[in-house]
């Protein structure tokens, strides 16, 4: 037998490299009044490509949106009316559910899908999603799945999702009970900002979005930090002016991390834009999202600076001066859920860390801070400073 294998031809193998670039490009516009007729930015946008053709489209509207702008609706249809040589509204806008509901349940993908069937929406089409970073997630999964990818355009409603998550590539909905379990990485086609949808927000959310900017400005951009506490008072109040600084600046740092951080695709281990996520996903989970994203991740970053005095990577006192800056503008830095233990007695909480790091699969990697405005990934965090992190966040709250 062995000398018949050594008398066989050997195994031909032949191979060949298939090699192309694929260049990504889509502008991220800030305006106000999107939807007056006498606004062209929507119009424009959408003919950019094919100037002479009449652009067909859907429109998706987060239902808590339409609750506080019930004219919203209309304004779309006037729009359209109004450009009606560039543009074809199929259907009335569809009312969907916003936050982690619509992005825990694989019925209202499966809705948004049927309205795309139904009315012939094709790759030469759009759809439009309008409303939080979660509906922008599932909409954008709808999107990038139908007929392999339609155009998306994003038209973010909150400050979190205006300043992070609307300039991402990335889309997705929750199963097994993990976050985004489900997803793509397709970028939109355009995002086009209204700073009068921020106006109108409840107070808690525009506060909630203010976490993503004090986290970029901790790991890239120390002068963006020192003007979030010099404008803290100006931010707590939500001035129109500081508010609109703050979310375009934040979205910047957002595209120059995607766009120049060498992997918008996220093909390694590391995730340079999640800190003070690792935990932050975890408590969502553990609260059943009665913690906002925002909420957690302000939290979260509050863990991850004490955890960073605490291994000697960041000097002393400076977690005091983040927590005070993010408790200034409204946060809460606890929830009893950072304590709860599983049936071995260990955190809950830990399990974060499992979950961040099967998200992208390699090593475990973190960023966790040197100095106000510089990050540095690690890829191991010790069990009992988190702990002790803990309790040191849960006595700041019971002074």
Request: overall charge negative; hydrophobic content about 40%; proline content about 5%.
């Amino acid at each position: 037998m062995t000398e018949d294998i050594r008398q066989a031809s050997p195994i031909q193998t032949a191979t060949s490299w298939q090699e192309f670039s694929v260049p990504y490009r889509f502008p991220v516009s800030f305006t106000q009044d999107l939807f007056k007729p006498e606004n062209s930015l929507l119009a424009d946008t959408m003919s950019r490509i094919e100037p002479e053709k009449r652009h067909r489209f859907v429109v998706f509207i987060d239902e808590g949106l339409l609750d506080a702008q019930p004219e919203l609706i209309a304004n779309i249809q006037k729009y359209a009316q109004a450009h009606a040589r560039q543009l074809e509204l199929v259907s009335p806008p569809t009312c969907v559910p916003g936050g982690e509901t619509i992005k825990s349940d694989l019925h209202f993908v499966e809705k948004m899908q049927k309205v795309i069937v139904d009315h012939h929406i094709d790759r030469h089409s759009y759809v439009i999603g309008i409303g939080g970073g979660a509906l922008l997630d599932a909409v954008g999964l709808v999107a990038a799945t139908s007929h392999r990818g339609i155009r998306h355009i994003r038209v973010p409603s909150t400050v979190l999702s205006q300043n992070d998550s609307g300039v991402g590539v990335k889309n997705g909905v929750n199963l097994f009970g993990q976050k985004n379990y489900i997803g793509t990485f397709c970028p939109p086609f355009a995002v086009l900002n209204d700073y009068r949808f921020i106006e109108k927000l409840p107070a808690r959310d525009k506060v909630a979005g203010m976490a993503e900017a004090v986290k970029v400005a901790l790991i890239r951009d120390p002068v963006f930090y020192g003007w979030l506490e010099e404008n803290a008072d100006r931010l707590a109040t939500f001035d129109a002016d500081a508010m609109q600084y703050m979310i375009r600046r934040c979205a910047e740092l957002h595209m120059a991390q995607i766009g120049q951080g060498g992997d918008p695709f996220e093909t390694g281990s590391a995730r340079p834009l999640d800190f003070g996520h690792w935990s932050a996903h975890r408590l969502e989970t553990l609260t059943r999202y009665h913690l906002r994203h925002g909420e957690a991740v302000a939290i979260g970053i509050a863990l991850d600076a004490h955890y960073s005095v605490l291994s000697g990577l960041l000097p002393k006192g400076n977690d005091e001066r983040i927590c005070f800056l993010l408790e200034h503008f409204g946060f809460k830095l606890w929830h009893p859920a950072l304590e709860t233990t599983n049936n071995v007695g260990n955190l809950d909480l830990i399990q974060g860390l499992t979950d961040f790091r099967e998200h992208l699969g390699g090593e475990l990697t973190i960023t966790l801070l040197t100095s106000l405005g510089r990050g540095i990934e690690v890829h191991e965090m010790d069990e009992a400073l988190v702990n002790d992190a803990i309790q040191w966040l849960k006595q700041r709250y019971s002074k």
